[in-house]
């Protein structure tokens, strides 16, 4: 069955830099776009970037661009969102998901069928 572990999160302060992995498994890893999500507390759980199967990308916020940048190597089926820049908005648990598609489905979460158990990021200022 489809799964997908996150790791990489933790604590950095404002300013810094994180690399959150996500291992993918159960399905041909090379043919589908992965997406990064985050939900804050109290906030609707928001799309942050995909990355399709032939690797294009897209960063949904304003507020990341520039500052994230999304990645995936195929020959450890494992998509990274590399966070630089750490602003005191960027708390959240993020989430890698998939919805089995060669394209990126968008940035809600309805879209997406399949969830990771999500990784908690925490910036200290």
């Known amino acids: 069955q489809v799964q997908l572990v996150e790791s990489g999160g933790g604590l950095v302060q404002a300013g810094g830099s994180l690399r959150l992995s996500c291992a993918a498994s159960?399905?041909?890893?090379?043919?589908?776009?992965l997406a990064w999500f985050r939900q804050a507390p109290g906030k609707e759980r928001e799309g942050v970037s995909c990355i399709t199967n032939s690797g294009g990308t897209t960063y949904y916020p304003e507020s990341v661009k520039g500052r994230f940048a999304i990645s995936r190597d195929t020959t450890k089926n494992t998509v990274y969102l590399q966070m630089n820049r750490l602003e005191p908005e960027d708390p959240a648990v993020y989430y890698c998901?998939?919805?089995?598609?060669?394209?990126?489905?968008?940035?809600?979460?309805?879209?997406?069928?399949?969830w990771g158990q999500g990784t908690q990021v925490t910036v200290s200022s």
């Open positions: 159960g399905f041909t890893f090379d043919d589908y776009a």
């Open positions: 998901a998939t919805a089995l598609l060669y394209l990126c489905s968008g940035r809600f979460p309805e879209e997406y069928h399949y």
